[in-house]
């Protein structure tokens, strides 16, 4: 086979797409009726949905299994990163051994095959630096310290965010020895653990932050200024473990709850009652005002009631689930979209996780909340 169409006509393009085998460097082509222009870049989609139009086989099977299974995690550059190997034995060289660079020249020449090409002759340090990233070798050893999927769909922006020149902050993960897709997920949400002792921990941990949530950090550190704890971010990154974190949430807790029953301070607000955009259901009660946040948080042993000033200010509420098992649920306001709500937190006693049976009836309510709350707007 010398090349292969793919009928993009069918699918409402004027042109069709013609690519020529791996022995042919792949060359792609846009074929109108009456002339054929050069492909300038990538397709944008992965060669499983190229394989559909190659009915024996024979297109695909002269492409080098090592570099499918290579380029298989990045569908939106297949085709571009196998053009680039096809043409270039430095491209070939830097796909074998760090993919992941090859894929931001990619990323930033997505319709410049020519350009990509070029860039791919300098040294892998000088690529990143012509991609306005930093190109020391810590770098290159950031990158090989990656232990990612790339099925997330973010994992890529993540990177590049690391990698950028002026904020260096790919440095902050110097001492971890693998750095998974949850790591560069708390990074941007709490950067101030990267790099501390509690953040090494998280890394090292099996569980890593999923038994812990993301929810747990922000209600410490809520907790912590709820409680006028002078710096408790100090306090925070300083725990040895996510275990430690837990006890040092619980004493905060049971901190704040003393000083609610002991001193009984409310806040100026406490008596007014809580907006309800969404009801609940048999099991799933609305908390309707600030005793009830209270009475909630110190039945579940947890800091629900520092999340008073966003309920009444309408961005956020919470909800008691009763039965299958007693559940804590917050929701956040957004402050925009068709549906302007998403799940926050499902927590149980202590911010133990809540059941798979309880987790999906939780989805099955606020899916149906969703479909009402749209069907209102729409009458």
């Known amino acids: 086979m010398t090349a292969l169409t793919i009928s993009t006509t069918e699918l409402g393009y004027d042109f ?32 499983n949905f190229v394989a559909q139009y190659d009915l024996d086989g024979e297109w695909l099977s002269q492409i080098p299994e090592r570099y499918l299974a290579i380029t298989e995690p990045f569908p939106e550059y297949q085709y571009q990163l196998l053009w680039l190997a096809a043409n270039s034995a430095a491209a070939a060289q830097i796909l074998a051994s760090r993919p992941i660079i090859l894929v931001l020249v990619c990323h930033r020449f997505r319709v410049d095959n020519e350009s990509a090409l070029r860039l791919c002759q300098l040294g892998q340090r000088c690529i990143l630096q012509a991609l306005g990233f930093d190109g020391r070798k810590a770098a290159l050893k950031f990158l090989d ?188 306001r957004l402050p925009r979209g068709r549906f302007p709500f998403e799940i926050d937190q499902i927590s149980g006693v202590k911010n133990a996780l809540p059941s798979e049976e309880s987790r999906q009836l939780v989805h099955a309510w606020f899916s149906q909340c969703r479909q009402t709350w749209c069907a209102e707007k729409a009458s």
């Not at 460097?25 to 870049?41: C, I, Q």
Request: proline share 5%.
């Open 145 to 332: 310290r990656l232990n990612l999927r790339f099925n997330q769909g973010s994992e890529l922006e993540h990177i590049i965010r690391l990698l950028n020149v002026k904020e260096q902050r790919y440095l902050k993960f110097k001492h971890y020895s693998s750095i998974e897709y949850n790591n560069l997920v708390l990074d941007q949400i709490h950067p101030f653990l990267t790099g501390s002792r509690l953040g090494l921990s998280v890394a090292k941990e099996q569980r890593g932050y999923r038994t812990c949530g993301l929810a747990t950090f922000q209600d410490v550190l809520m907790l912590g200024r709820d409680l006028g704890i002078h710096d408790p971010i100090a306090h925070i990154v300083r725990q040895p473990s996510l275990a430690a974190l837990e006890q040092l949430h619980d004493r905060w807790t049971e901190q704040r709850n003393q000083r609610i029953y002991g001193e009984r301070v409310k806040p100026i607000d406490h008596d007014v009652p809580y907006s309800l955009p969404l009801k609940g259901s048999r099991s799933i009660i609305p908390i309707k005002d600030y005793q009830a946040l209270v009475e909630e948080g110190r039945k579940q042993r947890h800091c629900i009631s520092v999340y008073h000033s966003r309920i009444s200010s309408e961005r956020y509420c919470a909800f008691s689930m009763q039965h299958p098992e007693r559940l804590t649920i917050g929701i956040r």
């Open 16 to 47: 069709d797409i013609e690519l020529s085998s791996w022995h042919n460097k792949l060359r792609g082509y846009r074929v109108f009726p009456n002339k054929k222009t050069p492909l300038d870049g990538g397709l944008g989609i992965g060669l």
